[in-house]
């Protein structure tokens, strides 16, 4: 749906040479120079949303293919953006915590069923690389092209260093929306441009506790880590990592509906534990308990998982 690429535009953007994919949801973009990103239905599903793909009829095989384009090989470097207001928030241990152990786990080893045209697979690998933050410099209503001048700013002026191997997270604050459609068409995307002339890849991630109803599992009541957003977001932004490894360039791993891993097991989160808190959880990474999204497994003819193998 979201993702069939039609042409390819290469332009002159200042120092760097920007290059767009222009997919059929580019009224979705305000011009046609911004490079469109992986449009996720990662809002809740309402019976018309991805669970709806779930359906028992799968092509043969495991129901995502290969399209050619590479993957993140090696160790994925996380590096995270704290755009707006963050301050006395416990996000920042939260999703610190998540990045510091997300990779090694049997959460992520799922993405390891993954593999380029060379058979290398995805290893299950993702370091947490740094963090910087912005102060609501393009303000509190970003654009798409608005999240790139973010994560290009962080860069060029020496917070984070230029990594292709990196996935650049940019983190909003409750009053941050995106005017592409948070919290209506997506809570968060991914996608890749030139930066500095490197292709690098970058995420929106938006607060889940703008929209709970639309965007959080839990839309009320307890969280494991006691905060709605950070809770929320780190889930998302799982969904968001490993369609990265998965498909960084929107040329590699979907299938014939569009839908990448992530999106192939949004919103499923399989059997659950009740925290001491009272919340619902489903996985412990580090000394914290989360509540993930499962994750699409590319073997035994394909299915959503929580762990691998
Ligand atoms: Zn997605």
Not at 9 to 26: F, K, Q, R
Not at 36 to 47: A, V
Not at 154 to 176: C, E, K, N
Request: hydrophobic fraction near 30%; glycine fraction near 12%.
């Amino acid at each position: 749906m979201r993702r069939q690429v039609l042409i390819l535009i290469s332009t002159t953007l200042l120092a760097g040479t920007l290059t767009a994919v222009l997919a059929d949801n580019s009224n979705n973009v305000p011009t046609p120079n911004v490079p469109t990103k992986d449009k996720d239905k990662d809002t809740k599903p309402d019976g018309r949303g991805n669970v709806g793909k779930l359906s028992p009829a799968r092509p043969r095989g495991n129901g995502i293919s290969y399209h050619g384009g590479p993957i993140m090989t090696g160790s994925t470097n996380v590096y995270f953006i704290w755009y707006g207001n963050w301050a006395g928030n416990s996000a920042s241990t939260i999703l610190t915590d998540w990045a510091n152990n997300i990779g090694g786990s049997p959460y992520f080893n799922i993405n390891t069923t993954y593999y380029n045209g060379s058979g290398v697979f995805v290893t299950n690998a993702v370091r947490y690389a740094g963090s910087t933050t912005d102060n609501y410099s393009r303000g509190s209503s970003l654009s798409d092209a608005d999240v790139q001048a973010v994560v290009s700013s962080a860069i060029s002026s020496g917070r984070l260093p230029r990594d292709t191997f990196g996935l650049y997270f940019v983190l909003t604050s409750a009053d941050v929306n995106e005017s592409s459609g948070f919290c209506t068409q997506y809570c968060g995307w991914h996608t890749h441009g030139t930066i500095g002339a490197m292709d690098i890849k970058y995420s929106f991630i938006g607060n889940p506790a703008r929209c709970p109803n639309a965007c959080s599992a839990v839309s009320s009541g307890p969280t494991p880590n006691g905060n709605l957003g950070a809770d929320g977001m780190a889930s998302i932004m799982s969904h968001e990592l490993e369609e990265s490894v998965t498909d960084p360039d929107l040329n590699a791993w979907y299938d014939s509906t569009g839908a990448e891993n992530g999106d192939k097991c949004a919103w499923n989160f399989g059997a659950t534990q009740t925290a001491a808190n009272g919340s619902k959880y489903n996985i412990t990474l580090g000394t914290r308990q989360y509540l993930i999204q499962q994750n699409w497994v590319n073997a035994s003819g394909g299915f959503c998982a929580q762990r691998y193998p």
